[in-house]
Nanobody, 120 residues
Framework: QVQLVESGGGSVQAGGSLRLSCEAS????????MGWFRQVPGKEREGVAA??????TSYSASVKGRFTISRDNAKTLYLEMNSLKAEDTAMYYC???????????????WGQGTQVTVSS
């Protein structure tokens, strides 16, 4: 089982940057596909970025070219967010799963989330 704890959220002006971190609790973290998702009230949770064990990455169209997902060998997942827009405002969650995708159904373990607010 994997426990995930996100950090790094906050408030920023449009055009600014933030870096989110997600620390995993288990050494088997490296065998999981890791992803970042976001959700705003009243809407479904959506996939933002995913990274496989070999480093392959995938992004949603809305963030491609602005966000970068990465992972290190010390059980930490990152999401570097640049050129932030007001529509990026959401609760951001990291997740671990066994299938490389951006679908919430493919991820079994979830963190509690960290809020990102972008003011225009």
């Amino acid at each position: 089982q994997v426990q995930l704890v996100e950090s790094g959220g906050g408030s920023v002006q449009a055009g600014g940057s933030l870096r989110l971190s997600c620390e995993a609790s288990t050494l088997t973290y490296r065998y999981y596909v890791m992803g970042w998702f976001r959700q705003v009230p009243g809407k479904e949770r959506e996939g933002v970025a995913a990274i496989g064990g070999g480093g392959m990455t995938s992004y949603s169209a809305s963030v491609k070219g602005r966000f970068t997902i990465s992972r290190d060998n010390a059980k930490t997942l990152y999401l570097e967010m640049n050129s932030l827009k007001a529509e990026d405002t959401a609760m951001y969650y990291c997740a671990a799963g066994s299938r490389y995708s951006l679908r919430t159904a493919d991820f079994s373990y979830w963190g509690q989330g960290t809020q990102v607010t972008v003011s225009s």
